[in-house]
Nanobody, 125 residues
Framework: QVQLVESGGGSVQAGGSLRLSCAASGYTYSSNCMGWFRQAPGKEREGVAA????????YYADSVKGRFTISQDNAKNTVYLQMNSLKPEDTAMYYC??????????????????WGQGTQVTVFS
């Protein structure tokens, strides 16, 4: 059974940083795409960042480029999202997701089969 467990959310002042973690189990971690998505109240879920765990290629939404960094620790089957220079508009529930096909559109919600339970990020001004 595939499980994705996120952690690291919280409340932070604008300009601050948080690091989210996503630990994967029961999943062929080493050869697929994993992504971070977010959903604010009343808005659709959107792709934030993704990484191909085999080759390490990364992808970012324009709104977070230069501020967020996705990375991985293959030994721990864990993907991270380092978020710097946070803004109030980054406030959302953040979800980790895992794809099962090898080649997907990285920031598209429908590319992913497995989802974590989410972790809340709140940025206050």
């Amino acid at each position: 059974q595939v499980q994705l467990v996120e952690s690291g959310g919280g409340s932070v002042q604008a300009g601050g940083s948080l690091r989210l973690s996503c630990a994967a189990s029961g999943y062929t971690y080493s050869s697929n795409c994993m992504g971070w998505f977010r959903q604010a109240p009343g808005k659709e879920r959107e792709g934030v960042a993704a990484i191909y765990t085999g080759g390490g290629s990364t992808y970012y939404a324009d709104s977070v480029k230069g501020r967020f960094t996705i990375s991985q620790d293959n030994a721990k089957n864990t993907v991270y999202l380092q978020m710097n220079s946070l803004k109030p508009e980054d406030t959302a529930m953040y979800y980790c997701a895992a794809a099962v096909q090898h080649w997907v559109i990285p920031l598209r919600t429908s590319s992913y089969r497995y989802w974590g339970q989410g972790t809340q990020v709140t940025v206050f001004s």
